[in-house]
């Protein structure tokens, strides 16, 4: 397959991804608020989600520069970073507060980025069932990030991978963007 290709599907992958889980986090939270104090709030509609990953970073992470995207009706700006390997990047603001993204997948499950409370899900990737993992974060009241990781079911290293070690993969990633997203908004 030409790279150009690889880029295409690497692109409809995410595109579908990024629509099938924009529903995600619709669901009554349980009660009382699950997440720790944050270490800083993060202003979601200042934030320029393909500024999230540095040159260097993407570098580090074989993606190529960030392609703006928005989903669920125009109300969440996002940014999709295409893979030269086998996994690309979406990050979105959600302007829903992270506490709805309890419970709302079975394999949900809180967990701490960059000392930010966040939901963890790994439900298979919508239409291929390859590996997936997402985490919607607790940036701000009524806010959220979500960052998704998932397989180019072209790539070469598909069978390698597991929701484990994608969703390791994400909770890095996600610090990452967390502390560049923290470097901007700073200055």
């Known amino acids: 397959m030409s790279p150009a290709a690889g880029r295409r599907a690497s ?27 944050r270490p800083f709030v993060l202003d979601v509609a200042a934030v320029d989600t393909c500024s999230a990953l540095t040159p260097t ?21 996002g940014c999709t970073w295409l893979g030269t390997g086998d996994t690309g990047y979406n990050l979105q603001t959600l302007a829903t507060d ?19 409370g966040a939901v963890q899900s790994s439900p298979p990737a919508p239409g291929t069932g390859l590996p997936f993992c997402q985490l919607v974060v607790d940036v701000a009241d009524g ?16 069978g390698a991978r597991t929701s484990e070690t994608l969703c390791a993969d994400a909770r890095e990633v996600t610090a990452q963007m967390l502390g560049t997203l923290r470097a901007r908004q700073a200055s």
């Open 11 to 37: 692109a409809a992958i995410a595109t579908i991804v990024l629509l099938a889980t924009a529903g995600c986090g619709t669901l009554t939270p349980r009660g009382g608020d699950p997440f720790p104090p």
């Open 57 to 77: 970073q993407r570098s580090e992470l074989s993606v190529e520069t960030g392609r703006p995207v928005s989903s669920q009706d125009g109300t969440s700006r």
């Open 98 to 116: 992270a506490t709805t993204a309890v419970d709302a997948d079975p394999t949900s499950t809180i967990v701490s980025v960059q000392a930010f």
């Open 143 to 158: 806010a959220s990030l979500r960052v998704q990781i998932q397989i180019d079911p072209t790539g070469g290293g598909a």
